[in-house]
């Protein structure tokens, strides 16, 4: 990395951090470095969630701020332009709708994105559409509604995806009881912003299974999963199957033991061809 590009660091609560890198501490390796607290003022709850380096400031396209409440929004790079301040004091890119939202990812996505999203929420709802229906807005607006939630359910993550590829897309998510489950996208039809969408998971009356992670690949890969507890598995995607919208999956893990699953993401990719045997579905 240059050291004349800049770093804009995006928090759980909707703030941005602007770092210039050759401000940055200059630290030698295994070095604890310098803590953002001890300069901004981020609350103790606060976390980084997203860090881009920007090389020119100005360049043009967008970032997309997704909320964990159902609220999504656009914005400009030319619109959160390093102020005198940035030293001391974190810049606002959302207003936050209550206590509780908060800000689960930020992509970064071209100003006329042809791309389209597709959001999955912890009881396993899905909905896509294309992402120029998000509008761009300035730092201190919500934005507009990205999903139709129930009253009790948020929004876990969401894929980023080019029409073009889409038929190629495999869908694979965790549930907190351990259960794994992969799908193609094409299960998921276009639709517009802010509808409910279509359950992924079969809904059981007791013990129902609810969505935790998600990752999204176009060949089979190695998905990396740590829990709760900080173990770390390995889940090879062509040891199971494809299902469709009314399976639950098969264990990889017991959530009692092994902790909660918190975070799938992709490792290496593998050879395509599945040798899938012995899974206990559900």
Same mark, same amino acid.
């Given at each position: 990395?240059?050291?004349?590009?800049?770093?804009?660091?995006?928090? =759980?609560?909707?703030?941005?951090?602007?770092?210039?890198? $050759?401000? /940055?501490?200059?630290?030698?390796?295994? #070095? @604890?470095?310098?803590? /953002?607290?001890?300069?901004? *003022?981020?609350?103790?709850?606060?976390?980084?969630? &997203?860090?881009? #380096?920007?090389?020119?400031?100005?360049?043009?396209?967008?970032?997309?701020?997704?909320?964990?409440?159902?609220?999504?929004?656009?914005?400009?790079?030319?619109?959160?332009?390093?102020?005198? @301040?940035?030293?001391?004091?974190?810049?606002?890119?959302?207003?936050?709708?209550?206590?509780?939202?908060?800000?689960?990812?930020?992509?970064?996505?071209?100003?006329?994105?042809?791309?389209?999203?597709? /959001?999955?929420?912890? &009881?396993?709802?899905?909905?896509?559409?294309?992402?120029?229906?998000?509008?761009?807005?300035?730092? $201190?607006?919500?934005?507009?509604?990205?999903?139709?939630?129930?009253?009790?359910?948020?929004?876990?993550?969401?894929?980023?995806?080019?029409?073009?590829?889409?038929?190629?897309?495999? +869908?694979?998510?965790?549930?907190?009881?351990?259960?794994?489950?992969?799908?193609? /996208?094409?299960?998921?039809?276009?639709?517009?912003?802010?509808?409910?969408?279509?359950?992924?998971?079969? #809904?059981?009356?007791?013990?129902? $299974?609810?969505?935790?992670?998600?990752?999204?690949?176009?060949?089979?890969?190695?998905?990396?999963?740590?829990?709760?507890?900080?173990? $770390?598995?390995?889940?090879?995607?062509?040891?199971?199957?494809?299902?469709?919208?009314?399976?639950?999956?098969?264990?990889?893990?017991?959530?009692?033991?092994?902790?909660?699953?918190? +975070?799938?993401?992709? *490792?290496?990719?593998?050879?395509? *061809?599945?040798?899938?045997? =012995?899974?206990?579905?559900?």
């Amino acid at each position: 990395m240059s050291t004349l590009s800049n770093l804009y660091l995006f928090t =759980n609560k909707g703030n941005l951090v602007y770092r210039p890198v $050759h401000e /940055l501490l200059d630290t030698k390796w295994k #070095e @604890t470095g310098q803590h /953002l607290s001890q300069e901004v *003022g981020l609350a103790s709850d606060e976390q980084i969630v &997203r860090v881009f #380096e920007v090389p020119d400031l100005k360049a043009s396209f967008n970032f997309l701020i997704i909320t964990n409440d159902g609220y999504a929004k656009q914005v400009s790079l030319s619109q959160i332009q390093p102020t005198r @301040t940035y030293k001391s004091r974190a810049a606002t890119v959302i207003k936050l709708k209550s206590e509780k939202s908060r800000v689960i990812r930020v992509s970064q996505v071209s100003a006329q994105s042809s791309q389209q999203i597709v /959001l999955f929420t912890h &009881r396993a709802y899905a909905v896509r559409y294309r992402v120029d229906e998000i509008s761009t807005s300035g730092p $201190h607006a919500v934005g507009v509604k990205s999903i139709n939630l129930k009253p009790d359910d948020y929004v876990v993550d969401f894929l980023l995806i080019s029409p073009q590829f889409s038929d190629s897309i495999t +869908v694979g998510l965790i549930t907190q009881r351990g259960a794994f489950k992969q799908f193609k /996208l094409d299960l998921i039809a276009l639709s517009s912003r802010a509808k409910r969408g279509i359950l992924v998971l079969r #809904e059981l009356k007791t013990k129902p $299974h609810r969505i935790q992670a998600v990752a999204g690949y176009g060949q089979n890969h190695e998905l990396k999963l740590t829990t709760s507890s900080q173990r $770390h598995f390995v889940i090879n995607t062509n040891d199971y199957p494809l299902g469709d919208r009314y399976s639950n999956g098969s264990f990889v893990l017991d959530p009692v033991t092994d902790g909660t699953p918190l +975070v799938l993401s992709l *490792g290496r990719p593998l050879p395509d *061809g599945r040798h899938y045997q =012995n899974e206990t579905l559900l």
